[in-house]
């Protein structure tokens, strides 16, 4: 399953809802699939996508959706159990899982070596997971996030394509859109 593919089946589930993207090319082709106000891009961050959503989670009544990357999330594994703590019914975590710290030159990841994020995800009370590894297999689970309570935490296996055009580092600009589409 190729990531661009995957992002714009989230996109079609997604509606109006909140997308945070994890930086580099999750955040690139997040903006090539569907640029939206409703799209914060993150920019060098590692490690604070989902911490990021989950900020969003608890101060909105909307879905909000999660766009992390394996790497980035082993950085900060503390964010599952807090979400696994604060357990918000609105949050839908999806980790683009590619095995890799795919643009600093495609070195194994920890899950490329036995570290299962799901079973992560689980032991720190996650009510709601599952891994995908297809394009098939990712829409059915997005239907249920999106309807159903959560928080949800999808591990979707994903392969490394070439990169897209980085989309424009805008964070004032991001920042400015997005805090706007709520006073819409
Ligand atoms: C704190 C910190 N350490 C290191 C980096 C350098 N860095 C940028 S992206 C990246 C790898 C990200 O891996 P992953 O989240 O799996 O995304 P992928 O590249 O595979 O799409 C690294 C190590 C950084 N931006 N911030
Ligand atoms: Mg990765």
Redesign the pocket.
């Known amino acids: 399953m190729l990531r661009f593919d995957a992002t714009k089946l989230v996109l079609t589930h997604a509606g109006n809802s909140p997308i945070v993207g994890?930086?580099?090319?999750?955040t690139d082709e997040l903006w090539h699939a569907g640029h939206r106000d409703r799209n914060f891009y993150t920019y060098?961050n590692?490690?604070l996508c989902s911490s990021i959503a989950l900020g969003m989670a608890v101060s909105t009544d909307e879905k909000v959706i999660s766009l992390d990357?394996?790497?980035?999330?082993l950085?900060n594994l503390g964010a599952i159990a807090t979400i696994g703590r604060e357990r918000p019914r609105n949050l839908v975590v999806v980790v683009?899982d590619?095995e890799?710290?795919?643009?600093?030159g495609h070195q194994d990841?920890h899950t490329a070596k036995g570290t299962d994020l799901e079973q992560v995800a689980q032991s720190c009370s996650i009510p709601n997971t599952a891994t995908v590894r297809d394009l098939e297999s990712l829409d059915d689970v997005m239907q249920k996030a999106m309807t159903e309570d959560g928080p949800w935490f999808i591990v979707a296996k994903i392969e490394e394509q070439g990169y897209m055009p980085v989309s424009p580092i805008e964070p004032e600009m991001t920042l400015y859109r997005f805090r706007n589409s709520f006073s819409e």
């Not at 994890?22 to 999750?26: D, E, K, M, Q, S």
């Open positions: 994890n930086l580099g090319p999750t060098g590692m490690g990357g394996d790497g980035s999330l950085m683009w590619n890799q710290w795919g643009q600093t990841s």
